[in-house]
């Protein structure tokens, strides 16, 4: 059933919508040729509830009416011209419209349930930024967009170093607060298109559709930036390690696409931290390469923005 839910929702709704008035049209049909011995009255419930599912409230309130309008016109033609010598026909009427208003409403509110439940399942509650499970969900639909366009692809990992030392010395609080921050200077920089997730703990991942090395390596470093002035400013003791690759050609899996920029992100941690390193999949020549670091100068340590981008 769910599935079958899912399905309607991702219909256009000019497709629900024609799809519910012909089932009207067909019902009304039906209920005139069987008459007032037989009543069909039940089965308006079916383009009603398709509608409300698809589109809310209103239009199912809408094709309330509508039906309602139907089975009032014909219950006045069964009376022909002595129209209230039956007065339980509009007593009936009353209550399936009462009734049906009534199933419009609670499928309303069970979308509304459903669509803040489905978001939260796939939504990471401290930071707002998807979850894992999200990550993976969009991860293999990009993945398989990738195969079938042959469009590139960037992912990166993001990892916070010294994150401990926030809690331990600060308090969860500040390490909460520290995470939020993080999530929401990715949010305010990336596009719509793209996915932000916190993989768990103290690691985010950025999905980045349609995205080459260049655009990637921009991106990527305004983001260090970013976040290192951002660290300095609340006096927040930690650095970056980021890893990246940008797929030329899909990987088999999101598995091993998540183990290819965890591991680069550990190249950067090796190489003392604070720092972003990114590669091409599959390698290319040397001089189409760019993996760089952000490093501070050697010796005493140096004023914010004056870190190196250099090739490696």
Not at 137 to 161: G, M, N, Q
Request: net charge neutral; hydrophobic share 45%; proline share 4%.
């Amino acid at each position: 059933m769910g599935k079958i839910l899912e399905g309607i929702e991702r219909l256009p709704e000019k497709v629900v919508y024609g799809l519910a008035a012909l089932l009207t049209i067909l019902i009304g049909i039906v209920d005139r040729m069987t008459g007032e011995d037989l009543s069909v009255s039940f089965f308006y419930m079916v383009p009603i509830l398709l509608t409300t599912w698809r589109g809310g409230a209103v239009p199912g309130l809408v094709l309330n009416v509508v039906c309602a309008a139907i089975r009032f016109s014909l219950v006045v033609r069964w009376e022909g011209a002595d129209r209230f010598r039956r007065p339980e026909l509009y007593w009936n009427l009353l209550v399936e419209g009462i009734v049906f208003l009534t199933l419009t409403l609670i499928a309303s509110a069970l979308r509304r349930l459903t669509g803040e439940l489905r978001l939260l399942a796939r939504t990471d509650a401290l930071t707002s930024a998807a979850n894992r499970r999200a990550f993976y969900e969009r991860a293999e639909l990009e993945l398989s967009r990738s195969r079938r366009f042959h469009e590139t692809v960037t992912v990166a990992y993001v990892d916070v170093d010294d994150f401990k030392r926030i809690n331990d010395d600060l308090g969860h609080e500040a390490g909460d607060d520290l995470l939020r921050t993080v999530a929401s200077t990715f949010l305010r920089r990336v596009r719509t298109t793209d996915l932000v997730a916190r993989l768990g703990g103290d690691e985010f991942a950025l999905l980045l559709p349609s995205t080459g090395s260049e655009a990637a390596l921009a991106l990527l470093s305004e983001l260090f930036l970013t976040l290192r002035a951002e660290m300095e400013r609340q006096a927040w003791p930690v650095t970056f390690s980021i890893g990246a690759v940008t797929f030329m050609r899909s990987p088999v899996s999101v598995d091993d696409l998540l183990r290819r920029v965890d591991e680069l992100m550990y190249q950067v941690k090796k190489d003392g931290k604070a720092g972003v390193r990114h590669e091409v999949f599959p390698s290319m020549p040397e001089s189409a390469v760019f993996p760089f670091a952000l490093e501070e100068k050697k010796g005493a340590p140096s004023p914010p923005g004056a870190d190196i981008i250099r090739a490696r």
